[in-house]
């Protein structure tokens, strides 16, 4: 069976940092490149960056330059978003995507998302 499950997101203090978890069970995550997106309450999902095949990461949002960078472990089968200095507008729910043809070209499976809260 083919997933896709997102962990570690929970509660923060603004400033704090969380790092995301995507783990696939399936199918192997280091023939795909994986997207992370986000999406918050009364708005629209937004993608934030993707993570290609050869490690380059493409980010679609300015905030999370410097702030957030994505990384693979292929021997865990996962993929994490490290997020830092964590803003209260950074509250959403995220997703993360697996995409074969890679970044932009479309996702083939999504995760079930995992609630990031910032808040003091």
């Known amino acids: 069976q083919v997933q896709l499950v997102e962990s570690g997101g929970g509660l923060v203090q603004p400033g704090g940092s969380l790092r995301l978890s995507c783990a696939a069970s399936?199918?192997?995550?280091?023939?795909?490149?994986i997207g992370w997106s986000r999406q918050a309450p009364g708005k629209e999902r937004e993608e934030i960056l993707c993570i290609s095949r050869s490690d380059g990461v493409t980010y679609y949002v300015d905030s999370a330059k410097g702030r957030f960078t994505a990384s693979r472990d292929n021997a865990k089968n996962t993929v994490y978003l490290q997020m830092n200095s964590l803003k209260p507008e950074d509250t959403a729910v995220y997703y993360c995507a697996a995409a074969m043809r890679g970044c932009g070209l479309g996702y083939d499976y999504w995760g079930q998302g995992t609630q990031v809260t910032v808040s003091s």
């Open positions: 399936g199918f192997t995550l280091a023939h795909y490149s």
